[in-house]
């Protein structure tokens, strides 16, 4: 379940997500799998090579990918968020979600 993000946000990630960009989604996030994490980091893009590629970078295994509809991502969580965050140049979503 997904909380903290505008509709605006949301369409934005998914129009950069089909448009082959790589796209970052941040939100406070549920799952009772995960009782420890409160936010999750969604990075997408439907040029499949280009999010592997991207993945690499971080040690992201290509099986990790959901590929569900048309917005294949990888979740990002905890630690491994926050430092990806910054890297990409992202300290805002660091901050606005208290990471």
Request: charged content about 30%; overall charge positive.
């Amino acid at each position: 379940m997904a909380f903290g993000i505008r509709k605006q946000e949301l369409e934005q990630w998914k129009e950069k997500v089909q448009n082959g960009e790589i796209a970052f989604l941040t939100h406070f996030w549920y799952d009772a799998r995960f009782p420890h994490y409160t936010t999750v980091t969604k990075v997408g893009c439907s040029d499949l090579e280009k999010l592997v590629a991207w993945g690499a970078k971080y040690n992201l295994r290509p099986e990790w990918i959901h590929k569900r509809d048309s917005f294949p991502h990888f979740d990002l969580l905890g630690e491994r968020q926050k430092e990806i965050l910054r890297k990409e140049g992202l300290g805002e979503h660091v901050k606005r979600f208290r990471l």
